[in-house]
């Protein structure tokens, strides 16, 4: 869904050149530290190369915006948005996604004058655009803020391959943070509730419409599952026992010999360590536990006699508190230890790692999409995977929001993902 006041040109063009020059900016600033070959190679199918996802960002705007709206505008290059389309049919033929990383030209810098051309002949534009158009351009950086994220996600695959265990980023000093404590429990709202999108701010279409759901009275724990509590799982046999796991999540792990999260590794001398986007680092055993798998979520969940939260619970719970707040992108990059224990209350809701729910991602009652090309953006993805809240230590702060619906196939773990406990009353 689209801005109303955007829609109807209320933003000062003052404060939308201003939000676009930063979000640009700050992809720019992620991809710096990365050599033309980092931001070319692909790890994997799911994964895009970093060139890709800087390409992708300013031809969303080139075909959405300039292109279709700007008269005057003419292509970088023509036989670009075959290589950077991503998954647009109404924009015709594109390269596989399997094949991003065939890539191998243009060049980094290339990508880089692109993004600079686009730039230019968008703000130069922007006067003369009208509100339905610049509420495409929001649309065009909430977009580029999920490739930021997206973007982080694929070099920390891309690393991880690599023997010599690179870091992209310095670890950055850790606040004094008390230890995560023991799990408390915080009651949900029961009864008749209302969650989607209330129509105030910039929401994605699939986050609404706002609709009344029934929660069953329910406890959510106070903070995410840490790492030392996944070491406790691995310890008594979690991933060796069947009786923990979905059918096809049990099919999953013995295909692929799944036996801790997802960049957890063992050192001669056992213990464990993982690697992250500063490189390898000691598991600190308070901090949330990341990259881990809604089959493996909800296999902990089992073995704690526990479950995962709805989304409508978590969103019903969350809907109060303060988005903006936690360990977000500008903060630290990596999963930290819940802050000081407030008197009662949610901790964590928001950074540090996505939170698995049981829900399914499907269509709000009464959702559509919206009509053309960027009506393919959500909808069409609505069948086998689950939703994800919150925010993570790689989001952009101020991306997210309490109906902010994540979503990812169940074996899929390359994000920043963890998950929160909920229990029914």
């Known amino acids: 869904m689209l801005d109303d006041s955007l829609s109807h040109g209320d933003a000062t063009q003052d404060d939308?050149?201003?939000?676009?020059?930063?979000?640009?900016?700050?992809?720019?600033?992620?991809?710096?530290?990365?050599?033309?070959?980092?931001?070319?190679?692909?790890?994997?199918?799911?994964?895009?190369?970093?060139?890709?996802?800087?390409?992708?960002?300013?031809?969303?705007?080139?075909?959405?915006?300039?292109?279709?709206?700007?008269?005057?505008?003419?292509?970088?290059?023509?036989?670009?948005?075959?290589?950077?389309?991503?998954?647009?049919?109404?924009?015709?033929?594109?390269?596989?996604?399997?094949?991003?990383?065939?890539?191998?030209?243009?060049?980094?810098?290339?990508?880089?004058?692109?993004?600079?051309?686009?730039?230019?002949?968008?703000?130069?534009?922007?006067?003369?655009?009208?509100?339905?158009?610049r509420a495409l351009i929001e649309l065009g950086l909430n977009h580029e803020q999920q490739h930021q994220e997206l973007l982080l996600m694929d070099i920390q695959h891309l690393f991880a391959e690599n023997p010599l265990e690179p870091a992209m980023f310095a670890a950055r000093p850790a606040d004094p943070v008390d230890a995560a404590g023991e799990l408390g429990w915080i009651e949900g709202r029961s009864g008749e509730a209302e969650i989607g999108c209330d129509g105030t701010g910039f929401a994605f279409d699939c986050e609404g419409p706002r609709h009344k759901v029934y929660l069953n009275p329910h406890a959510l724990a106070d903070r995410p599952v840490t790492n030392g509590e996944w070491i406790a799982f691995i310890e008594d046999g979690g991933y060796a026992d069947p009786a923990l796991w979905l059918s096809d999540g049990w099919t999953w792990v013995q295909d692929n010999r799944i036996a801790a999260p997802l960049y957890w590794r063992t050192r001669d001398d056992g213990e464990w360590y993982r690697f992250g986007l500063a490189g390898a680092q000691p598991i600190d055993p308070h901090a949330p536990v990341c990259h881990v798998s809604y089959y493996e979520a909800d296999a902990f969940a089992r073995w704690t006699g526990y479950r995962l939260p709805t989304e409508a619970e978590w969103e019903a719970a969350a809907a109060p508190l303060d988005s903006l707040a936690g360990n977000q992108l500008d903060a630290a990059m990596e999963p930290r230890p819940a802050a000081v224990r407030p008197a009662k209350g949610l901790r964590q809701m928001f950074g540090d790692v996505w939170e698995w729910t049981a829900s399914a991602y499907q269509p709000h009652p009464g959702f559509r999409a919206a009509k053309g090309a960027v009506g393919e953006y959500n909808g069409k993805f609505m069948v086998g995977q689950y939703v994800l809240k919150g925010a993570s230590c790689a989001t952009p702060r101020g991306h997210s929001r309490a109906s902010y619906r994540n979503f990812f196939y169940p074996h899929m773990r390359w994000q920043f993902a963890g998950l929160r406990l909920a229990r029914d009353l």
């Open 16 to 133: 939308l050149a201003s939000s676009y020059n930063s979000v640009r900016q700050l992809s720019a600033d992620l991809a710096a530290p990365l050599s033309d070959a980092d931001a070319t190679v692909q790890s994997m199918t799911d994964a895009s190369p970093a060139k890709w996802h800087l390409a992708h960002e300013s031809w969303f705007f080139e075909t959405f915006v300039l292109r279709d709206h700007v008269d005057s505008y003419k292509l970088f290059d023509a036989e670009w948005p075959f290589l950077f389309n991503s998954y647009y049919e109404a924009e015709g033929e594109r390269q596989l996604r399997a094949r991003r990383g065939m890539i191998t030209r243009p060049s980094l810098e290339e990508v880089r004058a692109y993004r600079a051309y686009v730039d230019e002949a968008l703000l130069a534009a922007l006067p003369s655009l009208d509100g339905e158009t």
